[in-house]
């Protein structure tokens, strides 16, 4: 699913991240291979101008720009934009007031409408609904004996148009067996045409005015691409839709009508066909659909860690110490904490692109450095403003207090009077970080 955009995007997110730091310039040349990706995987060229265009005003902001993870920042924005694009929060069926509910499913011959029927059905039992399928399509006698038989199979009673029934007379009669049978949903499937024709137009217009339906929902084949994004125009404007069902989405490695579709016809997505078989239904979530798309798991969550780990106001207050020189042991201590939380989330970002290789450079001992916090700790807020008080009394105390030595308490203020001898040479804390790894 996806896997063409997915690896085109995997290859710009590389490059980028092997910038490391990013300018103005840098982003937009990114954006501008994003946008080919976009356009080369059939995404509407109106929707992939608006997309890239959000994206860059959020990633050319001076925030993203002198962030220590500029990189992480732009995929996160990437990603949310993308959930945009895909309809923002997930939309449920909207089952109405009336009883029976009644779904109405739309669709060109093809596009897996009675599969999809049948699949709904057996997603609602699932659900604990109680739902009953009919066939409209009376020009072809074999798509309603193909419900027929697929009703059977998910175990949903199915009405049995009469030979001289009319559309209207079937759907009205359908109605009034699920009220006998304390059916809730009546799920409507209608006729399908090769091409869009007036008559088929008409007939659905009709259908919707007769029995205001609670849900009018599109079957869409995912492979058709753009061509699906235009049937579903047409069927909105016509019709007036309030949702697409995409199928064959499993097979659709570009995935041009899902990032299209919602922004094109105002409609959302609301469930996913990915295979023949009548369990391969999903609901459709944006987030998790960008998620695939970008190839990574709950990234969002992932990269909220990392950046709670990186504070970037700690950075910028600690390159202010240390410029001045006023670095402490609070500032050592507060350092060791980060390097602490870093590591805590470390195991769970290495999978991620960009995060994982600079991580990997930071090799941890977590016990050496909550010893090292637990020795500061132990000090007096005095000692830590100015640790050339601590004699040997002191510092058998703060070994005592700390569970550790006083070689141990030694090492620790001997790291930290190398440290200030190097500060002068410091510029980032980023360079910071890598020589405490060095004095551990
Ligand atoms: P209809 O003419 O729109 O009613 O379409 P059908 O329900 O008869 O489906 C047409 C073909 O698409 C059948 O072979 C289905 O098995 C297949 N199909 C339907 N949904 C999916 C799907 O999500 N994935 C795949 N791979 N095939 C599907």
Do not use: W
């Amino acid at each position: 699913m996806f896997e063409s955009l997915s690896d085109r995007l995997e290859s710009v997110f590389k490059k980028f991240r092997e910038k490391g730091k990013l300018d103005s310039d840098d982003i937009k040349k990114g954006l501008r291979e994003v946008r080919l990706a976009l356009l080369e995987a059939d995404v509407n060229y109106k929707v992939v101008k608006d997309f890239i265009s959000r994206v860059e005003n959020r990633a050319l902001s001076s925030e993203v720009i002198e962030s220590l993870t500029p990189f992480q920042q732009i995929i996160k924005i990437v990603y949310e934009e993308l959930v945009k694009t895909l309809g923002g929060e997930a939309k449920g069926l909207d089952l109405g007031g009336a009883k029976p509910a009644k779904i109405l499913l739309a669709g060109l011959q093809g596009s897996g409408k009675t599969t999809t029927a049948a699949k709904l059905a057996k997603f609602l039992k699932k659900k604990g609904h109680h739902p009953l399928l009919v066939s409209a399509d009376i020009y072809r006698p074999a798509a309603i004996e193909q419900l027929k038989i697929l009703a059977q199979k998910v175990e949903v009673p199915f009405y049995e148009p009469k030979s001289n029934e009319k559309p209207l007379e079937i759907v009205k009669n359908a109605i009034e067996m699920a009220k006998e049978n304390g059916r809730d949903i009546v799920i409507i499937d209608t006729a399908g045409r090769l091409h869009i024709d007036e008559d088929l137009m008409q007939e659905l217009i009709e259908l919707k005015k007769t029995f205001n339906p609670s849900e009018v929902l599109l079957v869409a084949d995912a492979m058709m691409g753009q061509d699906s994004v235009n049937v579903a125009k047409i069927f909105n404007e016509r019709v007036g839709l309030t949702g697409i069902i995409l199928t064959k989405i499993e097979g659709d490695a570009r995935g041009g009508a899902a990032l299209s579709i919602k922004e094109v016809t105002g409609c959302p997505i609301k469930f996913l066909g990915t295979g023949e078989k009548l369990d391969a239904f999903e609901v459709f979530y944006p987030e998790r659909l960008a998620g695939r798309i970008l190839g990574m798991g709950d990234i969002l969550t992932l990269i909220e860690k990392a950046q709670e780990a990186f504070d970037l106001k700690k950075a910028k207050e600690l390159e202010r110490k240390i410029k001045k020189l006023e670095f402490d042991l609070e500032d050592l201590r507060e350092q060791l904490r980060q390097m602490r939380k870093l590591g805590s989330v470390k195991d769970l970002l290495e999978f991620l692109p960009g995060i994982g290789r600079k991580l990997n450079e930071i090799e941890f001992d977590e016990k050496e450095l909550i010893k090292m916090e637990a020795i500061i700790n132990s000090m007096t807020k005095e000692e830590r403003k100015n640790p050339r008080i601590i004699n040997a009394s002191r510092k058998r105390r703060i070994a005592k207090g700390s569970g550790t030595t006083v070689q141990d308490v030694n090492k620790l203020l001997r790291s930290y009077e190398e440290m200030l001898k190097l500060l002068k040479q410091m510029r980032a804390p980023g360079r910071f970080q890598s020589m405490i790894r060095r004095l551990i």
